[in-house]
């Protein structure tokens, strides 16, 4: 990795300003988290930093409250669930203090007060428009808390924010958490270095949201898989007959150029062979297997890939050395539909704990499928940032990643 990790600082007695993602579910009255995911995903950069002897001070967004303080968006339980997660599981007793505000006077004194090896949690950034807005101004109030910059917020890299780009500005040092730390190597080596055959997986329901996920595969792997509701543009480019399946008529000419380009260097594009449709995407219609070759009829729509189509994609994954995989290969919410999905999360948590593959998955679906088949702890990584995954297998820059200081390895080189 080319960036300062958190490794490479001394902590102890610093102000460390850590930027983590604590955007996670609340019960109705928002009193309690109802899914610590996110917490737990950032407890070792946490707890590397407390028992370092940091003053630790944690930032995040949580919900949309559109720049003003909303009392169902605070961040005031995710410090509760924090203090019991570091106290039952890392025997950290540390007090973990919660500050109303993120910025001002309150903030300030709270800040002076922490000691060594002691955590604070501040306020809902969003709850002013400043942060979004990555306005300099409160970018610098941010920056003014602390001694040290550290971004352990993968998930919200791809936002030029305040707290994720403009606080970089005004630190002497700004190094990559743990959690982020472990995104860029995987996500990085599989882009640049990866074993092979390195085998991707795209799905999900347009064409148009993967486009340059496309584009940027199609000269590093070796096998591009797609599903989902995607796949049938790419079929219809083919000439196929696909119903009412989901295809973006504009998108048509594009998909023939991927297929030529796929041709034209010799690697493996498949797409579904057969198909489970129906006349309804809700699971309340009859559905029918549409065999190998087959049109599917006008009055149906393809909603799961099927079973011969498992097998092909299943052989492709079964002999891979590495594996990216992102969103599902049907409405795979629906009962009905979950099949093609459910199969290949095991295929490639197969490919993974028997072959040794590296697998990689992102976007919110995918990491669901893995985790709904029960084959979540034998996949290499999942991604903590469905957009910001995205993006970096697009090819483009996260401004949360490239404000972060460079190492002396990379400066050296």
């Given at each position: ?13 610093k ?16 009193q309690h ?53 570091l ?11 919660f ?18 090896g ?12 400043e942060?979004e ?24 890299a791809?936002r030029?924010?305040?707290?994720t780009?403009?606080?970089?500005h ?31 997986i795209?799905g999900?329901?347009?064409?148009s949201?993967k ?19 995607m796949?049938?543009?790419f079929?219809?480019?083919?000439g ?25 260097k ?36 393809a ?5 011969k ?23 795979f ?10 199969k ?15 697998s990689?998955?992102?976007?919110g ?32 820059t996260l ?9 002396k ?5």
């Amino acid at each position: 990795m080319s960036k300062l990790s958190i490794r490479d600082i001394e902590l102890q007695n610093k102000r460390v300003f850590m930027r983590v993602d604590f955007n996670v579910p609340l019960s109705e009255d928002g009193q309690h988290v109802t899914d610590d995911t996110r917490i737990r995903e950032t407890l070792p950069t946490i707890e590397y930093a407390i028992r370092r002897g940091a003053k630790l001070i944690l930032a995040s967004h949580l919900g949309r409250p559109k720049g003003k303080p909303n009392p169902k968006m605070s961040l005031k339980p995710a410090a509760e669930r924090l203090r019991i997660l570091l106290d039952h599981e890392l025997s950290l007793d540390c007090n973990v203090a919660f500050c109303p505000e993120c910025v001002g006077p309150i903030a300030e004194e709270m800040v002076s007060n922490l000691e060594s090896g002691q955590c604070l949690l501040l306020e809902n950034l969003r709850f002013h428009a400043e942060e979004e807005a990555n306005d300099q101004t409160f970018a610098k109030k941010l920056a003014s808390l602390c001694d040290i910059y550290v971004n352990d917020a993968f998930g919200s890299a791809h936002r030029a924010h305040a707290s994720t780009e403009g606080i970089t500005h005004f630190v002497k040092q700004s190094a990559a958490g743990l959690l982020m730390q472990k995104e860029l190597e995987y996500l990085g080596r599989a882009l640049a270095d990866p074993d092979r055959p390195f085998v991707a997986i795209l799905g999900g329901a347009k064409v148009s949201d993967k486009i340059e996920v496309v584009e940027n595969l199609l000269g590093r792997v070796d096998a591009l898989l797609i599903g989902g509701g995607m796949a049938y543009t790419f079929l219809k480019a083919k000439g196929a007959e696909v119903g009412k399946s989901l295809i973006e008529a504009d998108k048509i000419d594009l998909a023939k150029q991927m297929i030529a380009r796929a041709e034209k260097k010799g690697l493996q594009l498949l797409l579904p062979i057969d198909h489970i449709v129906s006349t309804s995407l809700k699971g309340d219609a009859p559905t029918a297997t549409i065999a190998v070759g087959k049109p599917i009829p006008a009055e149906q729509m393809a909603l799961d890939i099927g079973p011969k189509t498992v097998e092909l994609f299943k052989n492709a994954i079964s002999d891979a050395r590495t594996i990216v995989w992102n969103g599902p290969m049907g409405v795979f919410e629906v009962g009905a539909f979950a099949n093609g999905t459910m199969k290949i999360a095991r295929a490639v948590a197969e490919a993974t704990s028997e072959n040794g593959a590296v697998s990689i998955i992102g976007g919110g679906d995918s990491v669901a499928a893995v985790k709904q088949s029960g084959v979540a702890d034998q996949i290499t990584h999942i991604s903590t940032g469905g957009g910001a995954s995205l993006e970096f297998l697009e090819g483009k820059t996260l401004p949360g990643v490239a404000a972060l200081t460079e190492s002396k390895a990379a400066v050296n080189q």
